[in-house]
C-alpha cells in the first residue's frame, strides 16, 4: 500500500463508522478541555441556544449540557451517530435541553441570527477551517462565540514525512499565527487559543490500538479492512514519532 496516498477518507464510510462507535468520543479531546475551552464564554443563560457540528455520538455535547445553560443542538451527518447522542443525553438526564440531529455542515439546519454558540471539536476539517468559519458566522447572533478545535503546525521546520502526510490529508493545516488571522479574516474577535495537551492524542491513540485489535478479529481476510488498519497505526506511530511538530488548538472568536 501506498502510505503517502491513502488516507481514512479513501476507505469506506461504514466501515469507519463501524469503527468508531460505542466510544464516548471520536478524535482527540478531553472534558478538561471542553471546559477549559468554555471558561472563555461569556453571556450564557437559559434562553441560549448552543450548536455543536460533527458532534459525533455527543462525548464533549453531554460535558457542554452539564455545565452551562440553554437548548444545544448536536448535527452530524452520520445517523448512527445521532441515534447514539440521543441515547446519550436521555441517560445522562439532558435530553430535554440536548438533541442530536442528522445534518450537514456545508447545510446547516438554522436560522440566520439563532445561535449564541457554535462549538466544533476535531470537525471543522471536514468542511475547511476557513470555509466552516465563514460560511456558519451568518447562524451567529452578533456577539456570539465560536469554538473550534483544529490541526495545526507548532513549528515551521517539519520533516518531510510528517508535512508530506498531512498535506495529503488536510493541505489546510497551517500555523498558530495564520489560524488566528484567518479567524480574524472571517469576520471574528480572536479571544483565545491555546494548545491541547499531548495526551488527548495519547489516550486516543492507545483507545485505537486496543480497537484495532477486535476489529482485525472481525474482519479478518478483508483486504480494505487490512489497509484501513495499516493507515490507522501509521497515523498513530507518526504522531508519537513527529507530536513536537504538530496537534490540535482550541480557537474561540466572538462575531464582530
Ligand atoms: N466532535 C466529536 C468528537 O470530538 O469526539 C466527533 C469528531 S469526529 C473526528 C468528526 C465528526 O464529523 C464525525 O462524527 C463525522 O460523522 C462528522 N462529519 C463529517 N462530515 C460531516 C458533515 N459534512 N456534516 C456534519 N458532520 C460531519
Known sequence: MNKEKQNIHDFDLSMIYSFFSNTERQGPGSPEETLK??????????RSKIADIGCGTGGQTMVLGANMPGEIVGVDSWPAFIEQFNKNARSKGLHRRARGVVGDMADLPFEEGELDLIWSEGAIYNIGFERGLSAWR?????????????????????????????????PEMDGIANKVAQMQDAGYLPVATFMLPETVWTDYYTWQAERLKSFQQEHEGNPAAAGFIETMRYEAELYSKYMQYYGYMFYIGKKL
Open 37 to 46: 475551552a468554555l471558561g472563555f464564554i461569556r453571556g450564557l443563560d437559559e
Open 138 to 170: 451568518k447562524f451567529l447572533k452578533p456577539g456570539g462565540y465560536i469554538a473550534v478545535t483544529e490541526n495545526t503546525w507548532f513549528r515551521g521546520d517539519r520533516p518531510g514525512e510528517i508535512q508530506q502526510f498531512w498535506d495529503s490529508i488536510y
